[in-house]
């Protein structure tokens, strides 16, 4: 069986998923919603990468008082906040990276730790099985966010202590999904096909089962990170983020706090809500189209529908006129067919 | 068989809410000898002796002078007599108290939120499904796919910034005499109502756009299904089909859903009743992390939890009146 | 014999996001009293969807139709309103499903199910249409009809489901019968009983019956007159007896020769090769011509139209097989 080293063996299964991959990206970039989600998080990728390059002004820099309460204008293109005259559009800019980095280190470790933790309750079966659900079952039942709030109380507010806990409390979900779906190839003939031959289960769990789920692992993590997104801004919203970064949650914090509200500073609540809406919307997109094409099924938008909306009538005449026998003869039909 | 199945879910749920204690007891004994030390953590300015003094008297204070196993007893049959603890807060209240005295308060925010959200989604839902493709469904469509993105927290200092600030409709911040002036009378009732105005819809928009696209989903599943053929077949009038196949048999996925959201609704609340000062749990439970007060944040917790629980058991039940099949088996 | 459905020239297209799903091109139908009439074809082709046209339960959207003729007891029933087609259906015109799971309601009783055939069509009360529907259900054999009337679809057998129903398409004792695959989701013995069963009832209320089917061992014990559909078209039409002696089109006597019987010799099965093609990508010509080796450039270039040879033989080829085997039958 082994005709070749581990090494080239690894390197070309690797390689083989890598393509897999980036065909599934092709696919969702092919969507227009898809587009959509992919460039938004290139942007925001562009963005935070490079915050200190774009950013005008320090987002830090409270030292200008005259500053203070400036509605949007050339120099400050998103104003200024009420208390401290901090300039907002930095702000926004500095915001992507905390939003950016938590969301996705979350998303991925979820995928991780869920897909193990659902492959080995799925294929390993029995008591890990049941201890692994019943997890599952309590986590469930526990309201997410008064225990994140209970956790950052006792292990700290650090960022990564908050990423950890995310991803403690957040991969219950995938790892249920991961099960059933191990469940159903655990049956398939291949897997069966490889336990006659002999195949140890470690290496049926990792050559045959994991890449099976690879396509939901991507779709997992771009819906997770979205979640995990919302979860930090709210968290940051209360206060209880990381205190020394500054993050869209914490800007709108400021914002109720310092008196946006009060004094009509629209600016200042829209543009850290508009910067969490972007991010969220354009990594449940991305998730979003990859689950149609995993599962046509779940397809929201009646495409159907709007094929009928746009029906070209004389066009569906001639297809009808076509039919008959009279007209068949002497048709080259196969021309009409694809012109549609 | 169906009665095996609802003491079996029954049993289950009571094992769940023995783990979610026990995980109640230790989370705040994690990575700390003493529990002590997490209950008083120690101060800038204060010398070893006098933190040992401290400790010494919070041990005393809260019964940590004896085994961890005896604790836990202790914290159990606590439980079982209704008594969560005391509280930090001066006068040492009793947890349960502090806790009976704000729960009607959340209870009006959940129950209403989740009646309106309810009704208005299955309504607008079902609207939906049947102008499928037409305006009212892709005004669905366009609206969940642009809520599921915004948070709950925003979409509220929108609407008190709006509706609170700008146009002054509805209040923005609760009135703090709501809770001491409140004596069932009408004007008191409808001061109320026009406190929870604010929170209520802001938490129900996403509830409301969310139970319509299940519903929408759930009637459009069941309107391909074999059987719905059968019943134009028979010749039956549309709306008999409609409200005796159609709709019954989407109540099913809808219920199942209901349960497992309620834990999310809990949790987005929290956040709510903080913007807009509304005295409830929530807000009692954000107290009691900023004065470092476990006794009261693990009786939050734990109440909150029971209430999931109990929740999703109900919309089990439910399910099994609603569904002749499941007795057949275990629908996990 | 009476005419009971006459259709004409019935096409249904499926427009879709691809192009268009070409299902049903131009058929005619001819059912009369007392006469079953199947339908064969494979998988795909577009008989169900003739079948259920001939209800008008094909939705639009998705789907378009296009029909000369839907001539039912003597009136077009084409242009009836969505209400005068709830009148007829059950009531004149029934149906029986493939699969008795899906296609009972799993939330109601079977009882209840039957009950809604009599309360609508007939207008009597709920407790006098439980007593025609234990009625119905003694009829079609099912013991101790009233308790299994309180019963769910999922707590009875395959075969018991396909009894109930039956007892709701024979309930309000139509002129005609649809039968959609009715035996093709049940075991082999209990496939003949439910068969039998249809054509017992069929005979004694001399009732219409069209029967949808790939299976043409049903056909010979059903039918009285066979119409072969390859990818939406006629392609043959004859009474049972002459076509399973002489079969005229191609594909008719691939279809005959890949059903296995005793008295076979030979240890392999025959097959046609190649297979259906696509509803939107049909070949020109004839459709058959790709798996036809028979085929012309004749063939390749135009379509044959359905000719007829003699009363009731009807074949869609420009050269029909067969064709001395029947003189001599």
């Known amino acids: 069986m082994k005709k070749l080293p581990l090494g080239k063996r690894l390197k070309q299964g690797v390689i083989k998923r890598i393509k897999g991959i980036g065909l599934f990206f092709k696919r969702v970039w092919s969507h227009k919603q898809g587009k959509i989600g992919l460039t938004v998080v290139a942007i925001l990728v562009f963005v935070a990468v490079f915050a200190p390059y774009i950013a005008p002004f320090d987002p830090y820099d409270v030292a200008d008082r005259t500053l203070k309460g400036l509605p949007p204008s050339r120099t400050h293109l998103l104003g200024t906040t009420i208390n401290t005259g901090q300039d907002i559009f930095s702000m926004l800019i500095y915001g992507t990276r905390v939003s950016l980095i938590v969301g996705v280190t979350s998303g991925i470790s979820i995928a991780i730790v869920g897909s193990i933790l659902g492959v080995m309750a799925g294929y390993i079966g029995g008591a890990v099985d049941s201890l692994i659900m019943r997890i599952v079952d309590v986590m469930l039942v526990i309201p997410t966010l008064p225990l994140v709030i209970v956790l950052t109380n006792v292990f700290g507010r650090d960022y990564w202590i908050i990423i950890i806990i995310f991803v403690a409390l957040g991969w219950t979900g995938l790892s249920r999904t991961i099960r059933s779906l191990v469940l159903v190839l655990k049956n398939s003939n291949y897997v069966k096909a490889a336990e006659l031959a002999g195949a140890s289960r470690w290496h049926i769990m990792i050559r045959h089962i994991l890449p099976g789920t690879s396509h939901l692992l991507i779709m997992s993590t771009a819906l997770s990170s979205a979640g995990i997104m919302v979860a930090e801004a709210g968290l940051s919203f209360l206060g209880l983020g990381d205190p020394t970064a500054i993050s869209w949650g914490k800007m709108l914090a400021d914002a109720q706090g310092g008196g946006a509200l009060l004094f009509g500073a629209w600016w200042w609540i829209f543009a850290p809500g508009v910067g969490i809406f972007l991010a969220v919307f354009s990594f449940m997109r991305i998730g979003i189209v990859m689950e149609e094409i995993m599962n046509p099924r779940m397809k929201q938008t009646s495409s159907v529908y709007k094929v009928f909306k746009n029906l070209n009538s004389r066009y569906i005449e001639e297809v009808f006129i076509s039919m008959d026998d009279h007209q068949k003869i002497g048709v080259d039909t196969t021309k009409t067919v694809e012109e549609s | ?332 | 014999m009476d005419k009971v459905l006459k259709l004409r020239n019935l096409k249904v297209v499926f427009p879709s996001g691809h192009g268009i799903i070409r299902a049903v091109e131009g058929v005619d139908l001819d059912i009369h009293q007392g006469e079953s009439v199947a339908l064969v074809g494979e998988s795909g082709c577009g008989k169900s969807v003739t079948s259920q046209s001939v209800m008008k339960l094909i939705e639009s959207p998705p789907a378009m139709t296009r029909v000369d003729t839907i001539e039912f007891l003597g009136n077009d029933i084409k242009d009836y309103s969505a209400k005068q087609m709830q009148d007829i259906r059950g009531k004149d015109i029934s149906m029986i499903f493939q699969d008795a799971m899906t296609s009972l309601n799993p939330v109601m009783t079977c009882g209840k199910q039957i009950d809604e055939m009599y309360i609508r069509h007939q207008g009597v009360s709920k407790k006098e249409a439980r007593e025609y529907t234990i009625e119905a259900l003694k009829l079609v054999g099912v013991p101790e009809p009233r308790s299994r009337a309180k019963n769910f679809p999922h707590e009875l057998s395959g075969g018991m489901r396909q009894r109930v129903l039956l007892a709701m398409a024979f309930a309000c004792m139509p002129k005609l019968i649809i039968a959609d695959e009715p035996t093709t989701a049940l075991d082999v013995t209990i496939q003949a009983q439910v068969l039998n069963l249809l054509r017992s009832m069929q005979k004694r209320h001399e009732m219409s019956l069209l029967l949808v089917t790939h299976d043409l061992s049903v056909v010979s014990n059903l039918a009285d007159t066979v119409y072969v559909m390859y990818s939406g078209k006629i392609v043959e039409k004859a009474p049972v007896k002459a076509l399973f002696q002489a079969p005229h089109h191609p594909y008719t006597v691939g279809l005959l020769a890949s059903v296995p019987k005793l008295s076979d010799t030979e240890k392999t099965f025959s097959q046609i090769p190649g297979t259906v093609p696509h509803p939107m990508k049909k070949p020109s010509g004839c459709y058959f011509h790709p798996r036809c080796k028979f085929a012309t450039d004749k063939c390749k270039n135009t379509m044959p139209p359905l000719t007829t040879l003699s009363e009731n033989r009807e074949v869609r080829c420009y050269y029909p097989l067969n064709l001395k085997k029947e003189a001599t039958a």
């Open chain 2, 1 to 332: 068989m169906k009665k095996s199945y609802v003491i079996k879910r029954i049993l289950y749920s009571i094992f769940v809410f023995g783990i979610v204690m026990t995980l109640n007891f230790f989370i705040p004994r994690i990575g700390v000898e003493d529990p002590a030390e997490r209950y008083y953590p120690p101060q800038g300015n204060m010398s070893d002796i006098e933190y040992e003094i401290i400790k010494q008297v919070t041990r005393q204070q809260y019964g940590f002078d004896v085994s961890t196993w005896q604790q836990y007893l202790n914290y159990l049959t606590g439980l079982m007599e209704g008594n969560l603890g005391t509280s930090f807060r001066s006068g040492s209240p009793a947890v349960t108290d502090l806790i009976v005295d704000r729960l009607p308060w959340t209870l009006v925010l959940s129950v209403s939120t989740l009646l309106i959200g309810l009704i208005a989604g299955i309504l607008f839902g079902v609207i939906a499904a049947m102008k499928r493709g037409r305006w009212q469904d892709t005004t669905l469509l366009n609206a969940s796919t642009i809520m599921v993105a915004l948070p709950g927290f925003f979409i509220a200092l929108i609407l008190s910034f709006y509706l609170g600030f700008e146009f002054e409709i509805f209040p923005a911040y609760t009135d703090p005499n709501m809770v001491s002036n409140f004596d069932w009378s009408l004007s008191a009732i409808q001061t109320v109502a026009e406190n929870a105005a604010l929170p209520v819809l802001s938490m129900a928009v996403g509830s409301i756009i969310g139970y319509a696209q299940g519903t929408r989903n759930a009637v459009i599943a069941v309107t391909n299904e074999d059987f719905i053929l059968t019943a134009k077949a028979k010749g039956l009038k549309q709306n008999t089909i409609r409200y005796k196949h159609t709709l019954r048999n989407s109540m099913l996925p809808i219920v199942t859903s209901l349960g497992m959201s309620i834990s999310g609704l809990i949790g987005g609340q929290v956040v709510i009743e903080q913007i807009f000062n509304w005295n409830g749990m929530g807000t009692l439970f954000l107290e009691a992390n900023n004065m470092n007060d476990y006794p009261l944040m693990m009786g939050i917790m734990l109440l909150l939890s029971g209430f999931t629980i109990l929740a999703i058991l109900i919309t089990d039940l439910i399910y099994v009146l609603l569904d002749p099949r499941v007795t057949v088996g275990d629908k996990r």
